[in-house]
């Protein structure tokens, strides 16, 4: 019910904005040109953007990952960014990825929002000294000319180029149709008559220039307006300096609108945005005549002209923000906090996805990390589920210095509705891997990158094997280690006590720092599990002869070992992908070793 009142009002808005539109073509030609101006540099805008994600998406991940390890180099990392690809929202999505994927902190994260709103006052800058100063069209056509041939290549980087090429050419364009458009209006009408001063004048412009950067989702266009405007003679200063502040409000509800689908982390940073947008635009206007005042002295310093408004803006638009994130940064850690109360981390419902549920972009960096992530949760699941289904705990087989004691001692039946477990904890959580695997297979990844996403996949469907193998043995296990029965409770001890070790390695492989760890030290179990089954059938056959067991639970045992084997070599397989470093040198040696030997193969081919 819900979703359709929001869905009829998403209609009414936008046949509200087609019927003035409409209208207000009917009425003027001029606006018909300025109009045409904005979409035209809106359009610009998204293909620009979308030229930066395929020509350079990789390196801003590259850079993002490594230089955010401080607050100083977060925020140099947003502004910088942002500078180049004229594009905050992008930096924002890419940001919003990699913290929803874990791969930055929240005050990484927050750094890099600051920086990239510093970064959109370059746009300012390229706007009110190039674009109302300079006959930009005639720069416009060669680069859309150009941009266009390299779009029709294959090459995804000549594509990518040519994306970025007709952007920029669409962006001239545009902000010469709305020059022109604003000098035919201003000899017909004369807006500055709607001009208003003092208190009222910059709420009143404040809150248009809000709203117009929500209409039009960006704040770079609705500074191309103010300042074209400004250029003209059609808006006095003062009311100018009002529509900057305003813009800098109506960009929060673009990353508001992007954070719905996100997960908790993305939408602090959503909310840190509000926060610091909002706070710096109340300063901003607070303080509007001293800023102005500092405005005067830095232009007059600076060698712009007393009427040059349309510059004296763009130092405007930059001051403010520095003020804004030099009031900030000292309340970081505060922020921080109240973040983390206002949006609580969420609990543990452990059957659903934490980390590929967040909207993660078509980055392959936050994609592959948000999986790596997702696996781990699901490979803690199903160890837990193994371990309680076989009569372990795994707490006990972590702190445990003697695994085969515990193992021994743990006699009593822990009482867990297995095929429920495995419905709510291990199934659900898998088929949203699957599918989550399959949408982004789809993409446009490199292909070292999807081959790191099928192996991923891989060791889920790994883990999923190891609790169905734990499943088949659950009921001889419980049958023979709730009592002692003899010979047979001892073999099936061994049994529990070689999967018990090989978790807790894990376990313990796990809690070395990242750089300590390494999917080689799991090799050497690899090598030994080839010879799981041949060594308990022979212990079983001497045990038999002996007459210790019966034919009957012999029988059981050789075939509970099979699926054992096949249980230890599905944990590997999934640990193994786990801790993979595929970037590293080091992968490489570890996919040579993986190459099963042939007792290896024999063993696997025993349990198809």
């Known amino acids: ?245 305003g813009a800098n409000i109506g960009t929060t509800v673009t990353a508001l609108i992007g954070a719905g689908s996100a997960n908790y982390q993305g939408k602090r940073l959503a909310l840190a945005h509000l926060i610091f947008n909002t706070m710096t635009a109340c300063v901003a206007l607070v303080l509007i005549v001293p800023l102005r005042f500092a405005v005067d002295g830095i232009s007059d310093a600076l060698g712009i002209g007393a009427d040059d408004f349309a510059l004296r803006l763009a130092v405007f638009h930059t001051l403010f923000n520095l003020l804004g994130i030099g009031l900030m940064i000292p309340l970081i850690p505060r922020l921080i906090r109240f973040l983390e109360r206002r949006i609580a981390t969420p609990s543990s419902s452990i059957s659903r996805p934490r980390f590929i549920a967040a909207q993660l972009g078509d980055f392959p960096a936050p994609i592959l990390a948000a999986l790596q992530n997702e696996l781990w949760h699901l490979y803690r699941n199903a160890a837990a589920l193994i371990s309680e289904g076989l009569n372990m705990r795994l707490e006990d087989l972590r702190a445990s210095r003697d695994v085969a004691t515990t193992v021994s001692r743990s006699r009593e039946a822990i009482g867990v509705d297995f095929d429920a477990r495995y419905h709510d904890k291990i199934k659900s959580l898998h088929a949203a891997i699957l599918d989550f695997t399959a949408s982004k297979a789809s993409l446009a990844l490199p292909k070292d990158a999807q ?45 529990r006590s070689e999967i018990g070790e090989l978790l807790a390695e894990i376990a313990q492989l796990e809690a070395l720092p990242e750089d300590q760890r390494s999917a080689l030290t799991l090799q050497e179990d690899r090598a030994a599990l080839g010879q799981t089954y041949a060594t308990y059938a022979l212990r079983a056959e001497r045990l038999l002869q002996a007459r210790q067991i019966s034919a009957g639970n012999a029988a059981s045992f050789l075939n509970d070992a099979r699926y054992a084997e096949e249980l230890l070599l599905s944990v590997l397989d999934a640990a193994q992908a786990y801790f993979r470093e595929p970037d590293s040198a080091l992968a490489e040696i570890e996919r040579i070793l993986e190459t099963p030997p042939d007792e290896t193969a024999q063993g696997r081919a025993g349990l198809s």
């Not at 060791?459 to 043995?473: E, F, P, S």
């Not at 409770?489 to 061994?494: F, N, V």
């Open 451 to 495: 081959a790191r996403l099928q192996e991923l996949r891989d060791g889920a469907n790994a883990l999923v094997r190891a609790v169905k193998a734990a499943k088949h043995m659950r009921a001889n296990v419980q049958r023979f280690t709730q009592g002692e029965h003899g010979a047979i409770t001892s073999l099936y001890d061994a049994l």
């Open 1 to 245: 019910m819900k979703f359709l009142i929001r869905q009829h009002a998403t209609s009414l808005r936008l046949a509200l904005i087609l019927g003035l539109l409409v209208l207000a073509f009917a009425f003027s030609t001029d606006f018909q040109r300025i109009a045409a101006g904005v979409a035209v540099f809106l359009l610009g805008m998204m293909m620009l953007e979308d030229g930066f994600k395929a020509l350079g998406g990789s390196v801003l991940e590259r850079m993002l990952s490594r230089a955010t390890g401080t607050l100083p180099r977060a925020l140099g990392f947003g502004a910088a960014a942002t500078a180049i690809t004229q594009s905050s929202s992008l930096v924002s999505v890419i940001s919003i990825s990699f913290l929803s994927a874990g791969l930055i902190t929240l005050q990484a994260g927050i750094g890099i929002i600051f920086g990239a709103n510093l970064g959109t006052t370059t746009g300012a800058w390229l706007i009110a000294g190039v674009g109302v100063k300079v006959d930009i069209a005639a720069y416009a056509l060669p680069l859309l000319a150009l941009g266009t041939v390299l779009m029709f290549q294959r090459d995804p980087r000549s594509h990518g180029g040519g994306q970025v090429l007709t952007g920029v050419g669409l962006l001239f364009l545009g902000i010469a149709f709305i020059k022109d458009g604003f000098d035919a209006f201003s000899a017909g009408f004369d807006l500055t008559r709607l001009a208003l001063g003092g208190i009222v004048g910059l709420v009143v412009y404040a809150s248009l220039g809000a709203l117009a950067t929500v209409v039009m989702q960006s704040s770079h266009a609705a500074m191309l307006l103010v300042i074209t405007a400004l250029a003209s003679g059609q808006i006095g200063y003062d009311n100018a300096l009002a529509v900057a502040i």
